[in-house]
């Protein structure tokens, strides 16, 4: 379920970031509330819209033949996701917690970047930012341990959720294990071995507060 709140705003959304060469006059963007699990797009459905994140966060996956989940990126605030180079999306993206997402046809998109080198060149930055994430996962899934994997994700997190002391993670351990390709119980283990060797620190009960006391010692993991 979603909920348009460009009614609560005086003025039209519009994309910044990426595609802060934007004008106003260019392109506008709708904005649309998801709930928590709520899909945003299903694989294989048209993709006549771009996605931002203004807040919350969104899981792109795909479902394997014999049910296994694989997710394949997170979308934090300022992501733009769902540019496809086909008619289709290859992922179903979902809200993993309530989400704001700012909409913009892509057609609207890509007539304006036909007539604004800064708007293509943003384009293709993302495109090509898409491309090292994916080599970067692939080489992730396919080379590290368990341990490396995890060692990765955390701080790949710590990157880009800017937190200054404490990483508030969205996403469950579930989410982790089938964005790492590992079991559930794998993910746990490595983080409370982590945890037993004193670089990082669990706040709250759901333990999804993370508190980084080595990132040197974390670093060295990911070699």
Not at 11 to 19: P, T
Not at 20 to 41: D, H, K, M
Not at 53 to 79: C, E, N, P, T
Not at 111 to 139: C, F, G, I, Y
């Amino acid at each position: 379920m979603f909920v348009n709140v460009n009614a609560r705003r005086p003025q039209q959304a519009r994309f910044s970031g990426v595609l802060g060469g934007l004008s106003r006059s260019q392109v506008a963007a709708s904005e649309f509330r998801y709930r928590r699990g709520t899909e945003i797009y299903g694989e294989a459905e048209p993709a006549d819209y771009v996605y931002q994140v203004v807040d919350g966060a969104v899981r792109s996956y795909k479902l394997l033949s014999d049910g296994r989940r694989q997710i394949g990126a997170f979308h934090m605030v300022g992501d733009i996701f769902g540019l496809e180079n086909c008619a289709s999306h290859r992922f179903t993206a979902e809200a993993i917690i309530d989400t704001t997402v700012r909409l913009m046809k892509r057609e609207s998109l890509e007539q304006v970047a036909e007539k604004d080198a800064v708007v293509a060149r943003d384009l293709l930055n993302m495109t090509t930012s898409n491309l090292q994430h994916a080599e970067d996962h692939m080489l992730l899934l396919g080379r590290k341990t368990s341990l490396e994997r995890v060692a990765a994700f955390l701080l790949e997190m710590d990157r880009r959720l800017q937190a200054a002391d404490v990483m508030a993670l969205p996403m469950s351990r579930r989410d982790i294990a089938d964005y790492l390709g590992l079991t559930l119980e794998t993910v746990s283990r490595a983080l409370s071995q982590l945890h037993a060797q004193g670089i990082l620190e669990f706040l709250g009960q759901t333990q999804r507060q993370i508190v980084l006391l080595d990132r040197v010692a974390l670093a060295q993991l990911d070699l």
